[in-house]
C-alpha cells in the first residue's frame, strides 16, 4: 500500500489507516476476539497506521492495540492517541499536569514508554490559540513521553490556527463527499506548513458504505442513534451533520458514481486518498471483511467526473447547512 510522510512526525503511514473508534465503545458491542482480528486484518493488508483515543471504551480500544502490538513486535505501526476527553472540557483543564496524567495512562494502556502521536482530542476552541498548551506539549516531547503531537478539530477555523503553530504535526479533521470545506484552506495550508492531514469519518459514519436505508434501526448504545441531534458530543461527529433522511438520498446519486468493480465504500475513501494534502485515511471496521475492503480502497483509481459529481452532490445536498458551521 502506498505510504505518505505523515507531517512533522517524519514516520511514513499507509494512505488507508485505521479509526478504532469502533474497537472500544459508542458503535454497539465488540467482542474483544473480533477487534483483535480487525487489527490483525488491517495489518496484512498492509495497513501501517492506528488511530485511537483514551476515551474510546474507556481505554479498551488502546488496550487491544497495545496487546496485539506487544504479540506481533515485528511490526512496524504507528499509533495516534488522543487525549483531553476525560474531564470536562474547559479550557483550563489544558494544563501539563494533566497531560501528563493522561499520556501516562496512554502509554500504560499501549504498553510502551513513548507514545508516536498524541492528539488533543476536539478540545474547546479557545485551546487551539493557547500558548501554554503548547509549550506544554512541547515539554512532553522534551521529556520523551510523546514523539509528536497534534491536533484533532471539528472546525476549520481550529485547524488553521492549530496550523500556525510549529510544533503542530498533524491535523486530524472530518473529510469526506459530505463534508468537504476543508478542501478549501485547512489542505493548502497544511501542505504548506508540512503538517500531516488524517481525514476521519471519511464514510459519514456509515453512510457513505450505501448500506443503509430508511428502515435501518441502531442499537440504543450506538452514537447513530443517541447522538443525531449532538445531545452527547458534536453532531458533526454523527453522519457528519448531515440529515440522515437527506443523506440517504445523497448516498442514491453518490452510487451513480462508484465504477464498477468498486464498493461504494471504497469509492467514497479512494476520493479522499486522491485529495491533495491528505496523508491518511482512518475508516473503522468492525470486521474483518470490512477491514480487508477499506484496505483496498487504496487500489483503487477514479476518473475527474467522479471527483465533479461529488462536488455537484455536495453543492445540491449539503453546502447551505454544512459549509458555514464547521
Known amino acids: ?171 486530524q479533521i472530518i473529510l469526506n463527499a459530505f463534508r468537504l470545506k476543508p478542501l478549501d484552506a485547512v489542505l493548502p495550508a497544511a501542505k504548506a506548513a508540512g503538517v500531516g492531514i488524517i481525514a476521519r469519518v471519511p464514510l459519514a459514519s456509515g453512510l457513505l458504505s450505501g448500506k443503509y436505508s430508511k428502515e435501518t434501526s441502531f442499537p440504543e448504545n450506538d452514537h447513530r442513534n443517541y447522538n443525531r441531534a449532538g445531545g452527547s458530543f458534536d453532531v458533526g461527529e454523527t453522519f457528519s451533520g448531515v440529515d440522515y433522511e437527506l443523506g440517504l438520498k445523497a448516498v442514491a446519486e453518490f452510487e451513480q458514481l462508484v465504477p464498477e468493480g468498486a464498493a461504494t465504500a471504497q469509492a467514497a475513501i479512494a476520493w479522499i486518498i486522491a485529495q491533495e494534502g491528505v496523508t491518511s485515511v482512518i475508516p473503522g471496521a468492525r470486521n474483518v471483511e470490512q477491514a480487508k475492503s477499506n484496505a483496498a480502497a487504496a487500489g483503487v483509481s477514479l476518473g475527474a467526473e467522479f471527483d465533479e459529481g461529488v462536488r455537484w452532490i455536495y453543492d445540491h445536498y449539503f453546502r447551505e447547512a454544512i459549509h458555514p458551521r464547521w
Request: glycine content about 10%; proline content about 3%; hydrophobic content about 40%.
Open 1 to 171: 500500500m502506498e505510504q505518505r510522510t505523515l507531517g512533522k512526525t517524519g514516520r511514513d503511514v499507509s494512505v488507508v489507516g485505521l479509526g478504532t473508534w469502533q474497537l472500544g465503545a459508542d458503535w454497539g458491542n465488540v467482542d474483544p476476539a473480533q477487534a483483535r482480528a480487525v487489527l490483525a486484518a488491517s495489518a496484512e493488508a498492509g495497513v501501517t497506521f492506528f488511530d485511537t483515543a483514551d476515551v474510546y471504551g474507556d481505554g479498551r480500544s488502546e488496550q487491544a492495540i497495545g496487546a496485539f502490538l506487544a504479540d506481533n513486535p515485528g511490526l512496524d505501526i504507528t499509533v495516534a492517541t488522543k487525549m483531553g476527553r476525560r474531564m470536562e472540557q474547559q479550557p483550563e483543564n489544558y494544563n501539563l499536569a494533566n497531560f501528563r496524567q493522561w499520556v501516562d495512562r496512554s502509554r500504560r494502556n499501549l504498553g510502551t514508554d513513548s507514545l508516536d502521536l498524541v492528539q488533543l482530542h476536539c478540545p474547546p476552541t479557545a485551546v487551539y490559540s493557547n500558548a501554554e498548551v503548547y509549550d506544554a506539549l512541547d515539554t512532553l516531547v522534551s521529556e520523551g513521553a510523546i514523539r509528536n503531537y497534534g491536533v484533532s478539530v471539528e472546525r476549520t477555523d481550529e485547524a488553521l490556527e492549530a496550523i500556525r503553530h510549529e510544533g503542530t504535526a498533524s491535523v
